[in-house]
């Protein structure tokens, strides 16, 4: 019979916890920022370095985000020289506008295992004068595991005190050994100092700005096709117009040369003739038009129904339009000599 005693069981809940807790303890990896506390005047340039370290676990991926407050601090620089990061999915970007800088690199296998290694370094400037906090947000390092895992346990923070700038040492005075002059009272000078606006872009230009390169370059891209694909139906439309127009002047100017001189002079002897006649014509036709619509006002309202009022009214249409022309068609027959008999005064015999 198997008999379980105290030490035993002790022994066998010990391992079986080292057991479970083993994998926690040796997937860590850390993201911290050197140095951890700086201590600058307004209009300072330093460096801060972002570091990664993992040593029990190979690591092959680092992605991060650095805030920082705009309105204390300026990026003047990213680089990634020295990392040890060798393949970068996005490289280093940072925006003064929302005071951010994000990367993502990657370490082929076998990976990187290490303690402070260097990812990025960040030169910033001083504007103002306060207290900056750097820290990171949606950062991770992933494992060079087959899987990814994100072994990232802290990311830890850094501060930058910002203190005013120091007044300049006085410049040296310059005295003659034998001259010893009064000393004069001096009223203390006051310099203005104004800060410099920067140029903050607002609205679409702001997520412009915060956009990685590949989409800016293909948003770039997709617009100059558009472009060019509209100028090319602009201009094939502007080639057919222009054809049909030529072809249609062409068909005029065939047609004119076969005219003869006398037939020229007739045209121009009973155009003459037509436009002296046209005044009274019109007059009538506009005389009968007027009247007609008044007369289809004075009944719409015992039209029956809608579908009749439409049709009386094009009806009418067509009878003011048979009225201009038509009749101008006779005149100008008559005009022209077309289809109207020869006439002779009362008495006379055709020739």
């Keep these: ?48 370095t972002v570091l990664v370290s993992s040593t029990d676990q190979s690591l092959n991926a680092v992605s991060g985000s650095l805030s ?26 940072y925006s003064n506008v929302l005071g951010r800088i994000n990367w993502i ?6 990976g990187y295992a290490g303690s402070s290694g260097q990812v990025i370094l960040v030169r910033f400037v001083a504007k103002r ?34 203190s005013a700038a120091s007044a ?9 050994p034998t001259t010893t002059k009064a000393p004069e009272t001096l009223e203390p000078q006051v310099i203005f100092v104004k800060e410099l606006a920067q140029d903050i872009p607002s609205g679409i230009l702001v ?61 121009v002897q009973k155009t003459v003739r037509f436009l002296g006649m046209a005044e009274g014509e019109l007059k009538g036709d506009m005389d009968y038009s007027m009247r007609r619509l008044a007369e289809e006002v004075r009944g719409a309202p015992n039209t029956p129904s809608f579908n009749a009022l439409v049709t009386k009214y094009l009806f009418l249409l067509r009878e003011i339009a048979k009225r201009f022309t038509t009749r101008e068609n006779q005149k100008t027959q008559a005009i ?16």
Aim: glycine content about 6%; proline content about 8%; aromatic content about 6%.
């Design 207 to 267: 997520f412009w700005a915060v956009m990685p390169i590949w989409l800016q370059k293909s948003i770039l891209i997709c617009i100059g096709l558009a472009t060019v694909v509209l100028t090319l139906l602009i201009l094939g439309f502007g080639i057919v117009a222009l054809v049909w127009i030529l072809s249609r002047v062409r068909r005029q100017l065939f047609i004119l040369p076969h005219l003869s001189a006398r037939t020229y002079k007739s045209v």
């Design 68 to 93: 920082f407050p705009p309105d204390l601090l300026q990026v003047s620089s990213v680089s990634n020289a020295n990392s040890v990061l060798t393949l970068w999915v996005e490289q280093p970007t």
């Design 168 to 176: 300049p040492p006085p410049a040296p005075s310059s005295q003659s």
């Design 129 to 162: 004068a306060g207290t900056a906090t750097l820290a990171f947000t949606a950062s991770s390092v992933l494992a060079n595991d087959g899987s990814g895992t994100n072994i990232l346990t802290a990311s830890n923070p850094a501060v930058v005190s910002i």
């Design 1 to 48: 019979m198997l008999v379980i005693t105290h030490r035993r069981l002790l022994a066998f809940i010990f391992a079986l916890t080292a057991i479970l807790l083993l994998p926690s303890v040796s997937l860590a990896a850390t993201l911290d920022l050197s140095p951890v506390r700086t201590t600058v005047h307004v209009g300072d340039s330093f460096t801060t």
């Design 336 to 351: 022209m000599g077309v289809g109207v008999e020869p006439t002779h005064e009362e008495g006379g015999t055709a020739q």
């Design 105 to 110: 690199g990657i370490v082929p296998n076998p």
